[in-house]
């Protein structure tokens, strides 16, 4: 899955279009995990120190954070990190639940063997990053989600799905300590959801992913309640 910043036009040089991608990144992970606040004004300037970089670059990679609905833009006054709430909340659950179980219909019945082994590859290095706790488990982790889905053979498709999850897991950080899954297995749940889709039952894997996903959901409702948010 390529990230939107893959749009930039290719007749720029190299060096412009690694800058940005670099820095959509950068801001994207500082988003998401909370380290800039919703609502937050981004001043061009501040995050250049911050992350020692140019001011189109940052100006290029905050119009595609505008795109992925991480961040918004202000009429005449800049950018600032998109807000959160109950309600936004509520409406990506409801859309990733909607869309990703027709990509996982589509992409069982386009399975092959490469596929299965691929899928099973993904769990079992987000298996072993969980169990070391290792960083690189989030990415991982949506590496799993998306591995999942990509013989859906869907670009557009997965380009939203892929958007949703970065959109989720943004509330998953901010709910941060407040979340308890001790009444979970949820690496239990990733297996399960690996074995049935890699065995074909479409209708069984999409019902034990969207069960995960709810029941994730519902553990955020109560934390992003507790926070208040409108």
Same mark, same amino acid.
């Given at each position: 899955? =390529? #990230?939107?910043?893959?749009?930039?036009?290719? %007749? *720029?040089?190299?060096?412009?279009?690694?800058?940005?991608?670099?820095?959509?990144?950068?801001?994207?992970?500082?988003?998401? +995990? &909370?380290?800039?606040?919703? &609502?937050?004004?981004?001043?061009?300037? &501040?995050?250049?120190? !911050?992350?020692?970089? $140019?001011?189109?670059?940052?100006?290029?990679?905050?119009?595609?954070?505008?795109?992925?609905?991480?961040?918004? !833009?202000?009429? =005449? *006054? $800049?950018? !600032?990190?998109?807000?959160?709430?109950?309600?936004?909340?509520?409406?990506?659950?409801?859309?990733?639940?909607?869309?990703?179980?027709? /990509?996982? !219909?589509?992409?069982?019945?386009?399975?092959?063997?490469?596929?299965?082994?691929?899928?099973?590859?993904?769990?079992?290095?987000?298996?072993?990053?969980? =169990?070391?706790?290792?960083?690189?488990?989030?990415?991982?982790?949506?590496?799993?989600?998306? /591995?999942?889905?990509?013989?859906?053979?869907?670009?557009?498709?997965?380009?939203?799905?892929? =958007?949703?999850? %970065?959109?989720?897991?943004?509330?998953?950080? @901010?709910? $941060?300590?407040? @979340?308890?899954?001790?009444?979970? %297995?949820?690496? #239990?749940?990733?297996?399960?959801?690996?074995?049935?889709?890699?065995? &074909?039952?479409?209708?069984?894997? +999409?019902?034990?992913?969207?069960?995960?996903?709810?029941? +994730? $959901?519902?553990?955020?409702?109560?934390?992003? /309640?507790?926070?208040?948010?409108?």
């Amino acid at each position: 899955m =390529q #990230s939107p910043s893959t749009i930039i036009a290719t %007749d *720029r040089p190299a060096s412009e279009t690694s800058a940005t991608h670099r820095t959509y990144l950068a801001i994207q992970n500082l988003i998401v +995990t &909370g380290a800039l606040k919703p &609502g937050e004004k981004l001043k061009i300037e &501040g995050l250049r120190a !911050r992350l020692s970089t $140019g001011a189109s670059p940052i100006r290029e990679a905050l119009s595609l954070l505008t795109s992925d609905n991480l961040v918004e !833009r202000l009429d =005449q *006054r $800049g950018f !600032r990190v998109a807000p959160t709430s109950q309600s936004n909340f509520e409406e990506i659950l409801e859309l990733r639940c909607d869309l990703e179980d027709r /990509a996982l !219909r589509k992409s069982i019945a386009n399975r092959n063997e490469q596929w299965e082994e691929y899928v099973v590859l993904c769990h079992h290095r987000m298996t072993r990053a969980k =169990q070391s706790n290792d960083p690189a488990f989030e990415a991982l982790h949506k590496a799993f989600h998306m /591995a999942l889905l990509m013989k859906c053979d869907a670009p557009i498709l997965m380009k939203f799905c892929s =958007q949703l999850y %970065d959109l989720n897991i943004r509330y998953r950080y @901010l709910a $941060g300590s407040a @979340l308890n899954y001790t009444k979970r %297995d949820v690496s #239990s749940e990733h297996e399960a959801i690996m074995r049935t889709a890699i065995s &074909g039952d479409a209708e069984s894997a +999409t019902a034990q992913l969207l069960s995960h996903y709810r029941k +994730t $959901g519902a553990f955020l409702a109560d934390a992003i /309640a507790a926070a208040e948010l409108p």
